[in-house]
């Protein structure tokens, strides 16, 4: 069975601070790791990862894939308030789905 | 305005009473899927397609249905046979085909028990 792991669970940190968010994963067939964002109702996509070492960014996000050691990381540096949110990580597997894991919420105190 | 529409946001639903959840894609893509989500957690695959007039069970299909007999829409029935219906639900679409699924969300439906 396909499994996925966030940690921490909850996280709470100050404006400018910098966080990184941790994804492990054991999946069969591993095709691609995706990480999005959900605010209040739908989640937004923000990463697909699948080569290792090969780091994606888009402004203050970054991320990277680390295949051999089953895991992904998720840094925002400077963070904002705009940043509180949860933050999902979900593996593609075999047959194109994807697995969950429970996420991370973050909230950006002022 | 392409996009995923989910209606209604919030749905009550009574005892012994089948409720319908509906899913309108006008991206074109082939692959749909409804999720649920409870407080606190991840997203639990319900049911996907991944073309017109075909559709699996996912991890927790038990209590649910669903139909797929046009492209751009996937409805999902919650039935009297799933006890516990209260959740968050989230549907979504790909391009699907085999190539890389990126899932696009649409804003849910709150579903609660009177």
């Known amino acids: 069975e396909d499994k996925v792991v966030q940690s921490p669970l909850s996280l709470v940190v100050h404006e400018g601070d910098t966080v990184t968010l941790n994804c492990s994963y054991e999946v069969t067939n591993f095709r691609s790791l995706l990480w999005y964002k959900q605010e209040k109702k739908a989640p937004t996509f923000l990463f697909m990862l699948t080569s290792s070492g090969i780091e994606k960014k888009s402004g203050r996000l970054s991320s990277i894939l680390d295949k051999k050691e089953l895991f992904s990381i998720l840094n925002i540096t400077a963070t904002q308030t705009g940043d509180s949110a949860v933050y999902l990580c979900?593996?593609?597997?075999?047959?194109?789905?994807?697995?969950f894991g429970g996420g991370t919420r973050l909230m950006v105190k002022p | 305005d392409g996009g995923i529409t989910q209606s209604p946001k919030y749905l009550f639903r009574k005892e012994g009473q089948n409720v319908t959840l509906s899913c309108e894609q006008n991206?074109?893509?082939?692959?749909m899927y409804w999720y649920r989500q409870d407080p606190g957690q991840g997203l639990r695959l319900i049911y996907y397609?991944?073309?017109?007039?075909?559709?699996q069970k996912g991890d927790i299909a038990e209590g649910y249905s669903v139909s797929r007999e046009k492209k751009e829409s996937f409805p999902l029935t919650v039935t009297s046979a799933q006890k516990n219906p209260t959740a968050f639900y989230l549907c979504?679409?790909?391009?699907?085909?085999?190539?890389?699924?990126?899932?696009?969300f649409g804003a849910g439906t709150r579903l609660s028990v009177l």
């Open positions: 979900a593996v593609e597997g075999a047959g194109n789905m994807l697995t």
């Open positions: 991206l074109n893509h082939d692959a």
């Open positions: 979504a679409s790909s391009i699907g085909g085999g190539l890389q699924n990126i899932q696009y």
């Open positions: 397609s991944q073309i017109v007039n075909d559709f």
